[in-house]
């Protein structure tokens, strides 16, 4: 049984930082590529990182350029989200998500795999 598992949401003040880790099981981790997205209260679920299986290659949404770095430790079966200046509008449900290919398109379509996601609130 897969599961991805998010952590590290929580409140944080506007220009803070964040760490969001999601850990996986129950699957070949290095055979998958990962993905963040979130969802804004109101508003569809949106891409926000990829990484490549096997870590080399990386792609962010342009909201997300700049002040998140996704990363992955394919050893600890984790994949992570550091989030820096954030803004009132990064808050959202963030999203967990994995497929099996080595690279993702950011597209949640082809996402196999979903963890429950977590609450980043960024106050103002």
């Known amino acids: 049984q897969v599961q991805l598992v998010e952590s590290g949401g929580g409140l944080v003040q506007a220009g803070g930082s964040l760490r969001l880790s999601c850990a996986a099981s129950?699957?070949?981790?290095?055979?998958?590529?990962m993905a963040w997205f979130r969802q804004a209260p109101g508003k569809e679920r949106e891409f926000v990182a990829t990484i490549s299986s096997n870590g080399v290659s990386t792609y962010y949404a342009d909201s997300a350029k700049g002040r998140f770095t996704i990363s992955r430790d394919n050893a600890k079966n984790t994949v992570s989200l550091q989030m820096s200046s954030l803004k009132p509008e990064d808050t959202a449900v963030f999203y967990c998500a994995a497929t099996a290919s080595r690279y993702s398109r950011g597209f949640s379509s082809d996402m196999t795999y979903w963890g429950k996601g977590t609450l980043v609130t960024v106050s103002s």
């Open positions: 129950g699957l070949t981790f290095s055979n998958y590529a």
